[in-house]
């Protein structure tokens, strides 16, 4: 993150894996889970704990406090420092400017000095592995003076020596002991007279000196001993491996022998490329005369800012390009947790906050979802297998107390048979097979279905139990409860006035499709003595539960992201005046003036949560297109066009979205109507009935087949 100082630019520098805790810390730390000596005697309290639910009048029980551990040694994402620019401009600048490229994911600051004009421009590049900082003027640069520090409190004090005449290299453990890391940086001076020294300054301090340039620019790489592979049982779980010195020098190498705009290019055609070819328009006219925060100042629920709006969908997407296209998934606060320890450790929250990061990711064709995959077979599997061992005394699978959506979204999208093959159906046939096993007949109802127990809805305090069953006994977890609502749990216990922050019951609305595609000839009841609905009912239930669920204000919380789902649902339900007002409500009250996501708008510091921002574009989309999936092939996918079109955005495109199925589509509209739609389906999908609905009506009916193009007229 670049400030954009002038005579002092303080750079935040972040490495994605770079970690407190752990074993790296505290060698008796178990990733969470209890001492393999004690699996007999969690077995009983289980049982202990699962009769108490089933004998408890209510369902439930106050707490399973014993089958958990300490989060003691856990840890946290940790910024690894900053690099300071610092050169002699006097105070009186003029025409002073910064801007984030979004076509180039490039940050410039321009300014005036006496008649002399510069220029800053920074990018961290994806195929050099590198970051680059580079300013030229008009005239000749004053001197420059270029450092590494680690002033970031709590973490050590790092060594920063010369690795040679322009070359920094700064080595440091991000706690005592701690995993390392190290971050090198290399200066090239451009000029007929230019002249750059790397000196020491003190004995663990070193620094870059400038002089004499007309340009001047310095590229830096980072890396940890973090390794992926280390994180199975045959290596402790350690995560463990060397600091890749000699690759890091090689990278810089590479960079720094070449030049600005060759790497630019190569950085710019790079990033584009993840972006998929996608392209949204909501007939925003850009208002370049004003400034972001200016534009965020004016901003007004429900009036609201098409042009602002329109910037906040790209910069979702920016954002998960600096997040995710490396070895590790998109975190809470993506690359820019500044701290050594960030709010909720800036980690994995394995519910509905690490799937929003990535609910745009296919939809919008963005190649950037294998580093979930990745995380989710090194990391979560084989420490998931040792949880349904200790804890539930399973032998077949992996549990994190989380969803599978992204994986099979991930083949529904894009067809990858390969991938589907040989990750992605042996992580879905680990994750279900635990969770067969886990199964339990419910002795509470003693209604003949199979329940899980215990189980508590994700941050909402009750325990009790709830319903996964195998096909044949599946009461399919859908209860209308007392006062209409879509009950929570499959006890008739909700408030009406609760407001929690999660719609974790209503993840069948958004983002998954077991309400919006309800049919009670695949999802009626096992039991005659259960009531089986139709869909009006279940879709009723569930429009109650939403409203009662508020507007994403309430007691235990006010974030974006608890706004952008309701949001998102309200589309799903085609009312367009709530899916806005939601969306506008979280701009107005969660963004900051640089569009951060705030969780909480009135707390102090503020505090910047990913989530927000990388739902943004999904829930954009939701209003314009929608797609959700089915329970077969032979089930007709719906695309539903223009289900909540705002009037605010009267007129537009969508260029490149994908759809399940493996289709791409774009849609034009204007004067609020459907004007255009065409789908491409990719040449090696199967087929599969599709139906394409707008206004209520079905406008289209066919067979997909591989290569298939289709034009939709209106």
């Not at 939701?622 to 539903?640: E, K, M, Y």
């Amino acid at each position: 993150m670049t400030p954009g100082g002038i005579s002092k630019e303080v750079t935040q520098l972040n490495i994605e894996s770079l970690w407190t805790g752990g074993l790296w810390q505290d060698p008796s730390y178990t990733g969470g889970n209890q001492d393999p000596s004690q699996k007999d005697g969690l077995a009983q309290d289980m049982h202990t704990i699962r009769q108490t639910i089933f004998q408890a009048k209510n369902g439930t029980i106050d707490n399973i406090d014993v089958l958990g551990v300490p989060p003691d040694g856990y840890g946290s994402y940790a910024s690894a420092g900053n690099l300071i620019t610092t050169m002699d401009i006097p105070d009186n600048v003029t025409n002073y400017a910064r801007w984030l490229d979004m076509d180039q994911a490039v940050v410039r600051a321009s300014w005036d000095v006496n008649g002399t004009d510069f220029l800053r421009t920074t990018f961290c590049s994806n195929p050099t592995h590198s970051c680059v900082q580079h300013i030229n003027s008009t005239g000749l640069l004053p001197n420059i003076t270029y450092a590494f520090d680690s002033a970031i409190s709590g973490l050590p004090q790092a060594v920063v020596t010369c690795l040679d005449s322009t070359t920094l290299y700064l080595r440091n453990n991000v706690s005592n002991p701690g995993m390392a890391y190290e971050l090198i940086g290399r200066v090239v001076a451009e000029g007929s007279g230019a002249k750059a020294t790397c000196s020491p300054v003190s004995s663990n301090n070193a620094t870059i000196f400038v002089s004499g340039a007309t340009s001047s620019w310095i590229s830096w790489v980072g890396d940890t001993d973090y390794d992926m592979d280390a994180g199975d049982v045959t290596h402790n779980f350690s995560f463990t491996g060397q600091l890749p010195h000699d690759q890091l020098v090689s990278y810089l190498d590479s960079t720094s022998s070449s030049n600005v705009e060759s790497l630019l290019t190569a950085h710019t055609q790079s990033y584009n490329s993840f972006l998929g070819g996608f392209s949204l328009s909501i007939g925003a006219t850009p208002d370049l005369s004003k400034s972001t925060d200016e534009l965020k100042t004016a901003y007004q629920v429900d009036t609201g800012n098409p042009y602002l709006e329109w910037l906040l969908f790209n910069f979702g997407r920016y954002l998960l390009v600096g997040s995710a296209p490396g070895t590790l998934p998109a975190n809470l606060q993506g690359k820019w947790g500044e701290e050594l320890s960030n709010p909720w450790g800036a980690d994995y929250h394995a519910n509905i906050n690490l799937q929003m990061n990535y609910w745009f990711a296919e939809m919008t064709n963005m190649n950037l979802v294998r580093p979930l995959f990745d995380y989710m077979e090194k990391t979560w599997a084989p420490r998931g297998a040792e949880t349904a061992s200790i804890l539930y005394n399973i032998s077949r699978g992996w549990v994190t107390h989380n969803e599978a959506i992204h994986m099979w979204d991930h083949f529904d999208y894009t067809n990858d048979v390969d991938w589907w093959k040989s990750q992605g159906y042996p992580l879905m046939k680990g994750h279900a097979l635990f969770q067969l096993d886990k199964l339990i007949a419910d002795q509470h109802f003693n209604d003949s279905s199979l329940v899980v127990a215990p189980c508590n809805s994700p941050e909402q305090a009750p325990i009790t139990l709830e319903i996964r069953q195998k096909r044949s006994q599946m009461d399919k977890g859908i209860h209308v409860g007392s006062w209409g609502q879509l009950q929570e749990w499959k006890v008739d216990m909700d408030s009406p006035t609760d407001t929690h922050r999660h719609l974790s019951h209503l993840i069948g609305v958004y983002p998954g499709y077991a309400l919006t595609n309800y049919d009670s000839s695949v999802q009626a009841p096992p039991s005659k003595a259960s009531t089986t609905y139709t869909k009006e009912q279940v879709w009723d239930a569930a429009r109650i539960s939403l409203i009662h669920r508020g507007d994403g204000t309430g007691p235990d919380a006010n974030s974006g992201w608890e706004k952008m789902w309701r949001s998102a649902a309200w589309a799903q339900f085609a009312n367009a005046s709530m899916f806005y007002h939601e969306l506008t409500y979280s701009i107005q009250v969660n963004h900051a003036n640089n569009l951060f996501s705030i969780y909480d708008p009135a707390a102090i510091p503020r505090i910047f949560q990913i989530d927000a921002n990388l739902a943004y574009p999904a829930v954009v989309l939701n209003g314009l297109l929608q797609a959700p999936d089915v329970p077969s092939l032979s089930t007709p996918l719906t695309i539903t066009v223009l289900p909540a079109l705002p009037s605010s955005w009267p007129s537009g495109s969508i260029k490149g979205a994908r759809i399940r199925g493996a289709i791409s589509m774009d849609v034009e509209w204007a004067n609020d109507k459907l004007t255009s739609a065409s789908l491409r389906v990719d040449d090696d999908a199967p087929a599969r009935p599709v139906k394409i609905v707008y206004d209520g009506k079905v406008v289209s009916s066919f067979t997909t087949s591989g290569g298939l193009q289709k034009e939709i007229r209106i």
